[in-house]
């Protein structure tokens, strides 16, 4: 029978993890999605292990899975752990950031709603209220 981009993916999954193990070394593949789902609301879905293109291996065969995802309506920048095969390496997962332009670093933060609570404005911070961004755009 024919190998499949999807039998390739497997095999070199399981390949890395092997020489991973044996070798006692973490690695860290970085793989973009294909096309991204916008929602109805013109806002994009934050993808996973799932959406990278051809296999869902991705997802299924990783041990720890992260997306890296810009929230363009709050100006913050998001790390989303979709996947944590082993309690002792972490939970799944959202964590925040706003990028400090002065110092050119990335710094923790709260969640700033981007319109999905309705029981807060859009932009307004979950843990102060009346919290004024500036503009990301």
Known sequence: FPVTIQ????NMLNDV???ARTYDVAVFLVAHPKKMQEMKTGIYRVPNGYDVGDS????NLADNGITVYRNFQTGQSEIHR???RFKHSGKVGTSYFKFQVDTGVFQSTEKVNDGSDTSKFVGQSYEKDFTALPNPF
């Open 7 to 10: 039998h390739q993916i497997k």
């Open 17 to 19: 993890a092997s020489f």
């Open 56 to 59: 869902s291996h991705w997802y």
């Open 82 to 84: 979709w996947k944590v």
